[in-house]
């Protein structure tokens, strides 16, 4: 599982990539319980049987997980800033205009969508930083 998703919580992922993905989650999975591909067993019951969580579990939680490491780091380190859309402790111009076409789907606008809504859910922006920093200190001690 570490080596499939070895930096996953940086990837930019495509519904196609997520299906593949989860396709060939489930064809390990099936390969290591030994569930014949003529067998009608569900994925429901596979993941159940297996005890794993789907793959899109998963990179949901890795990619919360980043980004609480991100909001605890000092507002002077540049992954920090970077999360803030900063480049070179500048903010972008007013006047700057995207290019004409597709508006690219960039890691950050991602993990945004994804942690947005979670996190909004779960605690607010200020409770995750208190959570932050609580988990902080009992590391230390």
């Not at 969508?113 to 590391?139: C, F, I, K, P, Y």
Request: charged fraction near 20%.
């Amino acid at each position: 599982m570490s080596v499939l998703l070895y930096g996953a919580e940086t990837w930019t992922l495509l519904v196609a990539d997520m299906t593949t993905l989860e396709a060939f989650h489930m064809r390990c999975q099936r390969l290591i319980l030994d569930v014949c591909w003529w067998v009608h067993v569900s994925n429901a019951e596979v993941l159940q049987r297996s005890g794993l969580s789907a793959i899109g579990d998963i990179l949901r939680h890795r990619r919360l997980f980043l980004f609480s490491h991100v909001a605890r780091l000092d507002p002077g380190v540049p992954a920090q800033s970077a999360s803030d859309g900063e480049y070179e402790g500048r903010k972008p111009m007013a006047s700057w205009r995207r290019s004409p076409g597709r508006p690219r789907n960039v890691c950050l606008k991602v993990q945004e969508d994804a942690n947005a809504l979670l996190l909004s859910m779960l605690w607010g922006s200020e409770m995750a930083m208190v959570h932050g920093a609580a988990r902080q200190s009992t590391r230390t001690t």
